[in-house]
T-cell receptor
């Protein structure tokens, strides 16, 4: 089954404690992205990747890091989480830039206290 | 800041009434996509429009892309309770970057 898998689904952590949210897709997609979803703000792109070892900042990259060592995986790293990073996070993948249909993971609800 | 505006933010309708959400971009888009997110779920792709003035239909849903490729609309005829959710438009900018810019979404509630 074609899917994008995120882990964990829920996470409560403390300020400053490094964390990683994993994302994996089994569709051999080149393009992957991370979004955060906040009430009234829709989905805002954090980082995206056009291929292995190619990543770029989205609209709200501050406080986040990503890596793309393999095509299928695109982890999101919060080196020192802060309460304003409390949000719902989605990973998405797409076949290519032209077609663009994005497949989303189930989401990770992160709370930073 | 937000470059794709979507209105209304909320819409509460009686089952059987029609519903429309509008999406406006400050810049020309190469394409527009629409997604639906059920409560507690993740966004699910509905459709993509590419051509200027394009109109596509999916059963009770009609999607339009403006002539200038800066605006779009989603119209649902005779809403049903299964239509409940948040509808997002998302545009791809006409530059070399791959950035899918989402609107803020319209949350649809349907009274049975």
């Amino acid at each position: 089954e074609a899917q994008v898998t995120q882990n964990p689904r829920y996470l409560i952590t403390v300020t400053g404690k490094k964390l990683t949210v994993t994302c994996s897709q089994n569709m051999n997609h080149e393009y992957m992205s991370w979004y955060r979803q906040d009430p009234g703000l829709g989905l805002r792109q954090i980082y995206y990747s056009m291929n292995v070892e190619v990543t770029d900042k989205g609209d709200v990259p501050e406080g986040y890091k990503v890596s793309r060592k393999e095509k299928r995986n695109f982890p999101l790293i919060l080196e020192s989480p802060s309460p304003n990073q409390t949000s719902l996070y989605f990973c998405a993948s797409s076949l290519d830039r032209v077609k663009g249909e994005a497949f989303f993971g189930q989401g990770t609800r992160l709370t930073v206290v | 800041g937000q470059q794709v505006m979507q209105i209304p933010q909320y819409q509460h309708v009686q089952e059987g009434e029609d519903f429309t959400t509008y999406c406006n971009s400050s810049t020309t888009l190469s394409n527009i996509q629409w997604y639906k997110q059920r409560p507690g779920g993740h966004p699910v792709f509905l459709i993509q429009l590419v051509k200027s003035g394009e109109v596509k239909k999916q059963k009770r849903l009609t999607f339009q892309f403006g002539e200038a490729k800066k605006n779009s609309s989603l119209h649902i005829t005779a809403t049903q309770t299964t239509d409940v959710g948040t509808y997002f438009c998302a545009g791809t900018r006409m530059d070399s970057s791959y950035k899918l810019i989402f609107g803020s979404g319209t949350r649809l509630l349907v009274r049975p």
